[in-house]
C-alpha cells in the first residue's frame, strides 16, 4: 500500500508541475524565445524525441520539471568571462525583451493558478460527496479538565450548534472547521443554537503554532451509535446500529467520552449497550500498535451529494475556491514570522508525495468517483500553492526573475552579469537550505505516522 501511495503522489505532483512548465513553455513560443529541451521528471532521460527544434524528455526521477530555454543561463558565460553585458543569440532567452521574459516566468505560476480554477470549476460542475459531522459542538475542556480556550470565554457549551460565522451558514462540521481555521486571531461573529434558542456570540480563535490555523477548543459531536464492526468489536459482540451507553463506569453522550478513555490504554473495555431497545454488556480487548490502537468501531457520519452546477456556476464558484484559496496561502505566508512550528507547518516534497498519495489511497477506497475528486481537489490546492510560492520575490524563484526583469526595464539597459550572477547565487542557498529544513520537518513527519 505505502508503494501505491507513493506512485498516486509522484504522479499527481507530475501532473501540477507538467503544468507550471508547460505555461512556461507556450509562453516561450509566443514571445519567440527557443526552447531547446522540455522535461517532466529530472536525471538522465529515459524516453525523448525531438519535435519541431525541441526536444521532449521524461526523466528518470519522476518528481519535478523543466523547461530548458535557448541561452537560459547566457549571463553565467558572461560573468566568468568577465563581461560587461550579455552577448544573446537570436531566439535565446536573453535575446528576448525584459518584458517578455518576464511574461515567460509568469506564465508558469500563472497556469497552475488557471489549472486550480478549471479543476475546481470541473469538481462543481460534475457534484461531489462530503461525508462530514453536524454543527454541534463539545467543549474540549469538557474533555481535558482544568484548560480553557476561545470558546469557553465567549460563553459556548458542549451541545450548541454553530448555525453561522460572519454571515455564512454553517450546516455542517468542515465548513464550521475551515472558518475558524483560516481565521486565527480575527474576530468572528457566531449565531448558536441552543436548545432552541439562537444566540449571538463573538470570539476570537487562538494560532495554533503547530499548523498555523485557527482554533477555539471544540471537538464536533459524534453519536455512538455504531455504523460498522470489524476485529475487537465484532469479537466482542457487537452489531451494527448498536448504541454504546457507557464504557467502563463512564457514560457516552458522545464518541470523544470514548477517545478520552483510550488515552489512558485499559487493557479492556466493559461496554454497555443498547440493541433494538434491550440492553446489553461486552468487554472490547483493545489491539494496540505502535502507538495506535484498533476498536473496529465505526460511526455514522452525514453524508450528502452537492448538486450538478452549470457551465457558468461551475465556472464561478471554480474561480471564488481558487481566489478563497489564494488568499488564505498569501495570509499563511505572514504566519511563517509568528512563532509557529516551521517543521510541522511547512511542507517539502517528501510529505507532500506522501499527503497526496494519502489522500488519494483513502478516497479510491470508496470509490473511483470520490477518488478521483478528492485527488483532483488536493492537487488544485497544491497548484495554487506552487503559484504563491513562485511568485516571492526571491532569487531563482520565477518572482525573483520578474523583480530583475522590471528592474531593467526601468533603467533602460540590461543589468550588469555580475548583478544577476550574485543574485542567483543567493537565491541558490536560500532555496538549498530551505529545502534541507523542509526535508528535516518531513523526515520528522513520516517518524510520527
Same mark, same amino acid.
Given at each position: 500500500?505505502?508503494?501505491?501511495?507513493?506512485?498516486?503522489?509522484?504522479?499527481?505532483?507530475?501532473?501540477?508541475?507538467?503544468?507550471?512548465?508547460?505555461?512556461?513553455?507556450?509562453?516561450?513560443? =509566443?514571445?519567440? +524565445?527557443?526552447?531547446?529541451?522540455?522535461?517532466?521528471?529530472?536525471?538522465?532521460?529515459?524516453?525523448?524525441?525531438?519535435?519541431?527544434?525541441?526536444?521532449?524528455?521524461?526523466?528518470?526521477?519522476?518528481?519535478?520539471?523543466?523547461?530548458?530555454?535557448?541561452?537560459?543561463?547566457?549571463?553565467?558565460?558572461?560573468?566568468?568571462?568577465?563581461?560587461?553585458?550579455?552577448?544573446?543569440?537570436?531566439?535565446?532567452?536573453?535575446?528576448?525583451?525584459?518584458?517578455?521574459?518576464?511574461?515567460?516566468?509568469?506564465?508558469?505560476?500563472?497556469?497552475?493558478?488557471?489549472?486550480?480554477?478549471?479543476?475546481?470549476?470541473?469538481?462543481?460542475?460534475?457534484?461531489?460527496?462530503?461525508?462530514?459531522?453536524?454543527?454541534?459542538?463539545?467543549?474540549?475542556?469538557?474533555?481535558?479538565?482544568?484548560?480553557?480556550?476561545?470558546?469557553?470565554?465567549?460563553?459556548?457549551?458542549?451541545?450548541?450548534?454553530?448555525?453561522?460565522?460572519?454571515?455564512?451558514?454553517?450546516?455542517?462540521?468542515?465548513?464550521?472547521?475551515?472558518?475558524?481555521?483560516?481565521?486565527?486571531?480575527?474576530?468572528?461573529?457566531?449565531?448558536?443554537?441552543?436548545?432552541?434558542?439562537?444566540?449571538?456570540?463573538?470570539?476570537?480563535?487562538?494560532?495554533?503554532?503547530?499548523?498555523?490555523?485557527?482554533?477555539?477548543?471544540?471537538?464536533?459531536?459524534?453519536?455512538?451509535?455504531?455504523?460498522?464492526?470489524?476485529?475487537?468489536?465484532?469479537?466482542?459482540?457487537?452489531?451494527?446500529?448498536?448504541?454504546?451507553?457507557?464504557?467502563?463506569?463512564?457514560?457516552?453522550?458522545?464518541?470523544?467520552?470514548?477517545?478520552?478513555?483510550?488515552?489512558?490504554?485499559?487493557?479492556?473495555?466493559?461496554?454497555?449497550?443498547?440493541?433494538?431497545?434491550?440492553?446489553?454488556?461486552?468487554?472490547? +480487548?483493545?489491539?494496540?500498535?505502535?502507538?495506535?490502537?484498533?476498536?473496529?468501531?465505526?460511526?455514522?457520519?452525514?453524508?450528502?451529494?452537492?448538486?450538478? =452546477?452549470?457551465?457558468?456556476?461551475?465556472?464561478?464558484?471554480?474561480?471564488?475556491?481558487?481566489?478563497?484559496?489564494?488568499?488564505?496561502?498569501?495570509?499563511?505566508?505572514?504566519?511563517?514570522?509568528?512563532?509557529?512550528?516551521?517543521?510541522?507547518?511547512?511542507?517539502?516534497?517528501?510529505?507532500?508525495?506522501?499527503?497526496?498519495?494519502?489522500?488519494?489511497?483513502?478516497?479510491?477506497?470508496?470509490?473511483?468517483?470520490?477518488?478521483?475528486?478528492?485527488?483532483?481537489?488536493?492537487?488544485?490546492?497544491?497548484?495554487?500553492?506552487?503559484?504563491?510560492?513562485?511568485?516571492?520575490?526571491?532569487?531563482?524563484?520565477?518572482?525573483?526573475?520578474?523583480?530583475?526583469?522590471?528592474?531593467?526595464?526601468?533603467?533602460?539597459?540590461?543589468?550588469?552579469?555580475?548583478?544577476?550572477?550574485?543574485?542567483?547565487?543567493?537565491?541558490?542557498?536560500? +532555496?538549498?537550505?530551505?529545502?534541507?529544513?523542509?526535508?528535516?520537518?518531513?523526515?520528522?513527519?513520516?517518524?510520527?505516522?
Amino acid at each position: 500500500m505505502t508503494i501505491v501511495k507513493i506512485l498516486l503522489g509522484l504522479a499527481g505532483l507530475g501532473v501540477v508541475v507538467f503544468i507550471h512548465e508547460l505555461g512556461h513553455f507556450l509562453a516561450a513560443r =509566443l514571445v519567440g +524565445i527557443k526552447v531547446e529541451a522540455f522535461s517532466i521528471g529530472w536525471g538522465k532521460p529515459i524516453l525523448k524525441k525531438k519535435v519541431g527544434g525541441t526536444e521532449y524528455r521524461l526523466g528518470l526521477f519522476p518528481l519535478g520539471g523543466y523547461c530548458k530555454m535557448q541561452g537560459e543561463h547566457e549571463f553565467q558565460e558572461a560573468w566568468e568571462n568577465r563581461r560587461n553585458s550579455v552577448s544573446p543569440s537570436p531566439g535565446s532567452f536573453f535575446g528576448a525583451g525584459p518584458f517578455r521574459r518576464i511574461l515567460v516566468c509568469f506564465a508558469g505560476p500563472f497556469f497552475n493558478l488557471v489549472f486550480a480554477v478549471l479543476v475546481f470549476s470541473l469538481i462543481w460542475g460534475a457534484g461531489f460527496d462530503v461525508n462530514t459531522l453536524e454543527n454541534r459542538i463539545i467543549l474540549a475542556s469538557d474533555i481535558s479538565a482544568g484548560e480553557r480556550y476561545p470558546a469557553d470565554e465567549a460563553g459556548l457549551r458542549t451541545g450548541d450548534r454553530i448555525l453561522e460565522i460572519n454571515g455564512k451558514a454553517t450546516p455542517y462540521y468542515h465548513e464550521v472547521k475551515e472558518s475558524i481555521a483560516i481565521n486565527p486571531e480575527k474576530e468572528l461573529r457566531l449565531k448558536v443554537d441552543r436548545e432552541g434558542e439562537v444566540l449571538d456570540i463573538s470570539l476570537r480563535p487562538d494560532l495554533d503554532k503547530k499548523t498555523g490555523s485557527g482554533k477555539i477548543g471544540v471537538y464536533f459531536w459524534t453519536d455512538p451509535v455504531l455504523a460498522g464492526v470489524t476485529g475487537p468489536a465484532a469479537a466482542a459482540g457487537l452489531q451494527e446500529g448498536d448504541r454504546i451507553l457507557r464504557a467502563n463506569g463512564r457514560e457516552l453522550p458522545h464518541t470523544m467520552v470514548l477517545a478520552k478513555i483510550l488515552e489512558e490504554e485499559p487493557r479492556s473495555l466493559d461496554l454497555e449497550y443498547e440493541r433494538n431497545g434491550v440492553r446489553g454488556e461486552t468487554t472490547l +480487548i483493545p489491539v494496540y500498535t505502535e502507538g495506535m490502537v484498533e476498536l473496529g468501531l465505526s460511526y455514522h457520519s452525514v453524508r450528502y451529494r452537492t448538486p450538478p =452546477l452549470s457551465l457558468p456556476g461551475a465556472l464561478s464558484k471554480g474561480a471564488a475556491e481558487a481566489w478563497k484559496t489564494l488568499v488564505v496561502s498569501l495570509e499563511s505566508l505572514g504566519l511563517l514570522f509568528r512563532g509557529i512550528d516551521l517543521t510541522q507547518a511547512v511542507s517539502g516534497p517528501l510529505r507532500i508525495t506522501y499527503m497526496t498519495g494519502d489522500i488519494a489511497a483513502e478516497a479510491f477506497s470508496e470509490g473511483i468517483g470520490t477518488g478521483i475528486s478528492s485527488m483532483a481537489n488536493f492537487l488544485a490546492l497544491i497548484s495554487i500553492a506552487l503559484c504563491v510560492m513562485n511568485l516571492l520575490p526571491l532569487p531563482v524563484l520565477d518572482g525573483g526573475s520578474i523583480v530583475l526583469f522590471l528592474i531593467e526595464a526601468a533603467k533602460r539597459k540590461p543589468l550588469h552579469p555580475r548583478t544577476i550572477g550574485a543574485f542567483q547565487t543567493v537565491g541558490v542557498v536560500l +532555496i538549498f537550505g530551505l529545502l534541507i529544513f523542509a526535508v528535516f520537518g518531513d523526515i520528522l513527519f513520516l517518524i510520527r505516522r
